[in-house]
């Protein structure tokens, strides 16, 4: 074998949906094993964590304590060593793929250790950049439309965040397999992008502009008929504090009587005075102060704060509600999501039984960790590096980094809006 001489590496590690990221200058790979391939990695694409600690706790759930999750797994290299099976592969071939969960591995090193089936051949024509830059994402991208949505040409499909680096891609292949695409922006940056894909595109839903509606877009495009599949990259689980529509949720939500409220107001004070307690109205999770409100001729209420339990969403990533992304859906519609913890409460769920409608769960991840999809997976692999060589799909890249900058480039991935942050070595 000939790894002895690559046994330490340098490494970025960092546990994904935690803040904390480490560098760990000198770590040693795992033995080569018969079916291993060592390869040198050129370039990694850097992205931000689809995977919630819950579920990266189970998935993780064999490997020793204290190890962490290495950062960035899509990677593009040269082979440097193979097993003594290896039969697909050999030394100085140029591969591309993506590192599984489980392997304990960063792909931000200069080395790493794989097995066989995990990476394909890389085209001659495609730069190491442009494939680790989309090759995860493109993956992903495959899985929802494909797996999950089961995309057919004349088919409407709404991509929300569309000048991502996943968004742009799921576009494209939507695009490419005949379908009609609404995608939703939230910045002027991310709407120019779009304006300047290479992609015809239905419409461009601003959430940023005050009056904007999803739903109301989606149903003049579609004849009121709706969206077949609708592919999310997060949502919001509860309306927005200080919004119009949070504010309107509310109003409505305390529309009672005072025959109903002021009772109501007293039994609160009574069980539980000066103390918060927590209820659910009209699908809308809320905190209630028991304290009774003064009373004003025939009116009364009570003190409550709206508040959302999104932790992705800031004041730039405006995200639609559950109610939104459901009444986009047409009869049979299929909602792709990448929420791991999504909860309907029962009006959502009513919603979507008259409609007939699907939910998935976005995990591409899935792929590497059962053994039983190898081949389908590398089918997958294929595929998208041949469209990424005759341009069928182009990487959304933002911009490249160095190894030394990987570690805050990863802290801050979030701030990226727009494309793919790529780390080269």
Known sequence: MHEDEHNEVRTTAGLFGFD?????????????????????????????????????????????????????????????????????????????????????QSGCSDFVMVQEFDVVLKPSTVSFVDAAGCVGDSVRAYTALHYLGRLSSGDTVIVLDGASSFGSICIQLAHHWGAKVLTTSSSEDEKRYLQNMDVELAQIVELNQK??????????????LGADILVDQGIAQYPQAGSHKADSSLAHAFSFSSSFLIPLCHFLHIMCPGTQMSCTLLGH???????????????GGINCNIYDDNRLQNSMNLLPSKHDIISCLAVGGRWVTSKANLQLDPPN???????????????????????????????ILMDIMEKVATKTIRPNIHHTVSFDGAVEVVKALEEVRVGKVVMTI
């Not at 992205?47 to 190890?67: N, P, R």
């Not at 905190?287 to 009373?295: E, F, K, M, T, Y």
């Not at 591409?364 to 997976?377: D, I, K, N, P, T």
């Open 20 to 104: 904390t990221v480490n560098v760990v200058l000198q770590v040693e790979l795992p033995q080569l094993e018969r079916n291993g391939v060592l390869i040198q990695v050129k370039a990694c694409g850097l992205s931000t964590s689809w995977v919630d600690s819950v579920a990266l706790c189970q998935v993780l759930s064999k490997i020793s304590k204290g190890q962490c999750v290495g950062a960035g797994h899509d990677i593009a290299g040269v082979v440097v060593a193979t097993g003594e099976d290896v039969t697909t592969l050999s030394k100085g071939d140029q591969v591309v793929g993506i590192l599984p969960l489980d392997y304990e």
């Open 211 to 224: 009056n904007a509606s999803l739903k109301s877009v989606t149903m003049l495009e579609t004849g009121n």
């Open 285 to 299: 999770r809320m905190v209630a102060n028991a304290d009774i409100l003064p009373i004003r001729g025939h009116s």
């Open 349 to 379: 769920s009513r919603l979507m039984f008259l409609r007939c409608a699907s939910i998935g769960f976005l995990f591409e991840h899935a792929w590497m960790l059962s053994s039983a999809q190898q081949g389908r997976y590398q089918h």
